[in-house]
């Protein structure tokens, strides 16, 4: 049975409390981060390659490094998979990622030219293939250092940093930063927590265009969490102006499955 590997966060927030006192040194308000070429050198030994088809190879750093006092640090030492407010999934890569990944490739969505956002990217293998497919694509994460130490590097090992912009912090304040609106927003495994759905309709409402279309994987219940599929579509047709329709399930064990949402 899948479940998050928690850690209780109430130290944690306590260990960080200096840093969200105050608005403005929030760690996790949003901004966008500028690729360092400084960090590409450390990755040439240090890669994978995950196949979505015979033409389609993506390369990924197999084992990030970063700084000794980054927020994530916490995180790695415990194994945690998630650790709420403080560190959100992005370093490792969640299997609906995989579903999203091949339903692109199986469907031949035409990417070409396309503004899309990666929402909630982690290792960023969604936005990377829609680059690879011809968008313009933006990467958000909720961790600055998974950003920088992960998603960047894995955009540059498959050549694709001159089409992508990447923003890091909490979706609250991301909406207020990004003025763009985008033809397609792709989100996996977003919807664990249902105190988050009202802040990421919210990014749905202001960057998606008014013919747009925001594809979403994710599993149908998280153990552990109290949000996941189901409780977010009685979300959106409750509170929300989006429709959604079902476009790939899989339903043997716990169940799996990708919406397509419009307005
Ligand atoms: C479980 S991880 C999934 C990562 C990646 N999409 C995947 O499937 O491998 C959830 C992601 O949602 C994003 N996220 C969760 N809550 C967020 C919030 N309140 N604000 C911004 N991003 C958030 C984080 O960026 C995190 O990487």
Redo the contacts with the bound molecule.
């Keep these: 049975m899948f479940q998050f590997n928690f850690l209780d966060n109430t130290v944690t927030s306590n260990e960080h409390s200096n840093t969200s006192e105050s608005d403005s040194c929030n760690p996790h308000n949003a901004k966008e981060v500028f690729p360092n070429p400084s960090v590409f050198t450390q990755t040439v030994d240090n890669v994978r390659t995950l196949s979505y088809s015979d033409n389609l190879d993506i390369r990924l750093i197999s084992d990030v490094t970063f700084p000794s006092n980054s927020l994530l640090s916490t995180a790695e030492s415990n194994h945690s998979d998630?650790l709420a407010g403080v560190y959100?999934?992005?370093l490792?890569?969640?299997e609906?990622?995989h579903d999203l990944a091949k339903f692109i490739v199986n469907e031949n969505l035409n990417l070409t030219n396309k503004n899309v956002l990666d929402l909630?990217?982690?290792?960023g293998?969604?936005g990377i293939i829609a680059c690879v497919r011809g968008a313009e694509v933006c990467f958000?994460?909720?961790?600055e250092d998974?950003i920088s130490y992960f998603t960047i590097p894995n955009v540059h090992l498959n050549s694709q940093t001159k089409k992508s912009r990447f923003y890091s912090?909490?979706?609250?304040s991301?909406s207020s930063i990004v003025c763009t609106q985008y033809d397609i927003i792709f989100?996996?495994?977003?919807v664990?927590?249902p105190d988050?759905y009202s802040?990421l309709c919210k990014v749905f409402a202001q960057c998606l265009k008014p013919n747009g279309f925001i594809y979403l994987a994710a599993k149908g219940h998280y153990f552990g969490c109290g949000g996941g599929l189901n409780d977010f579509v009685e979300f959106l047709k409750h509170k929300t102006e989006f429709r959604s329709e079902t476009c790939w399930k899989y339903s043997n064990g716990l169940e799996r499955a990708i919406l397509k949402i419009y307005f």
């Design positions: 998630l959100e999934g992005g490792k890569i969640w609906c990622t909630g990217c982690g290792g293998i969604i958000q994460d909720y961790n998974v912090g909490d979706w609250e991301f989100t996996c495994e977003t664990y927590n988050n802040k």
